[in-house]
């Protein structure tokens, strides 16, 4: 997508306003952005490789707000971390915010949980349904979530919560059908 205010560069800030309850979309290039101040008012020298940079800075292995000896070696210890295949040290990762290779999440994994659940409260990705196209999709993932706690209570011989369990299945299966 191209920017909407000069139309040559792609669009790389997307901006949404609400005011008095209508929204308004912003589709810019970074140079726009940068004339059109009001628009992003604060936010002119905003970068998310410093947004990620910030978040890196933190202590890890939550040793707590003081630092001692073991919790500055422990920091030590994650910026010598190296990316055997590209080379890229934790370091530069967390000066950049960009790895080097698809390799290197691998390797900066165990530090990269902490910033995941900092970030996004969770380290797996659920994912959203978007409210346009979610009926069946919601559906089918209701079936699905509820099929394995019917294997779990089927497991554990809980027969009479798994059988409510079937019986809601069935009932949304029905409801699939009918879709």
Same mark, same amino acid.
């Given at each position: 997508?191209? !920017? #909407?205010? $000069? /139309?040559?560069?792609? &669009?790389t800030?997307?901006?949404?306003?609400?005011?008095?309850?209508?929204?308004?979309?912003?589709?810019?290039?970074?140079h726009?952005?940068?004339?059109?101040?009001?628009?992003?008012?604060?936010?002119?020298?905003?970068s998310?490789?410093?947004?990620?940079?910030?978040?890196?800075?933190?202590?890890?292995?939550g040793?707590?707000?003081?630092?001692?000896?073991?919790?500055?070696?422990?920091?030590?210890?994650?910026?010598?971390?190296? !990316? #055997?295949? $590209? /080379?890229l040290?934790? &370091?530069?990762?967390?000066?950049?915010?960009?790895?080097?290779?698809?390799?290197?999440?691998?390797?900066?994994?165990?530090?990269?949980?902490?910033?995941?659940?900092?970030?996004?409260?969770?380290?797996?990705?659920?994912?959203?349904?978007?409210?346009?196209?979610?009926?069946?999709?919601?559906?089918?993932?209701?079936?699905?979530?509820?099929?394995?706690?019917?294997?779990?209570?089927?497991?554990?011989?809980?027969?009479?919560?798994?059988? #409510?369990?079937?019986?809601?299945?069935? &009932?949304?299966?029905?409801?699939?059908?009918?879709?």
């Open positions: 997508m191209n !920017c #909407e205010e $000069c /139309g040559k560069r792609p &669009a800030l997307h901006l949404t306003k609400i005011i008095n309850g209508e929204k308004t979309e912003y589709h810019i290039c970074e726009c952005a940068k004339e059109k101040g009001d628009v992003i008012s604060g936010f002119n020298n905003f998310i490789h410093n947004l990620l940079s910030g978040l890196l800075n933190f202590d890890p292995m040793k707590g707000n003081g630092h001692t000896s073991s919790s500055a070696q422990t920091t030590a210890q994650a910026k010598q971390l190296r !990316c #055997e295949t $590209c /080379g040290t934790y &370091a530069q990762f967390s000066k950049s915010g960009r790895f080097g290779c698809s390799d290197c999440y691998q390797y900066f994994g165990e530090r990269l949980d902490p910033l995941f659940r900092r970030i996004h409260g969770n380290t797996n990705h659920i994912g959203k349904v978007p409210e346009r196209t979610g009926g069946q999709i919601k559906l089918r993932k209701e079936l699905e979530q509820l099929k394995t706690a019917l294997q779990r209570y089927v497991s554990t011989e809980e027969f009479e919560k798994a059988a #409510e369990i079937r019986d809601r299945i069935r &009932a949304l299966e029905q409801r699939i059908a009918q879709s």
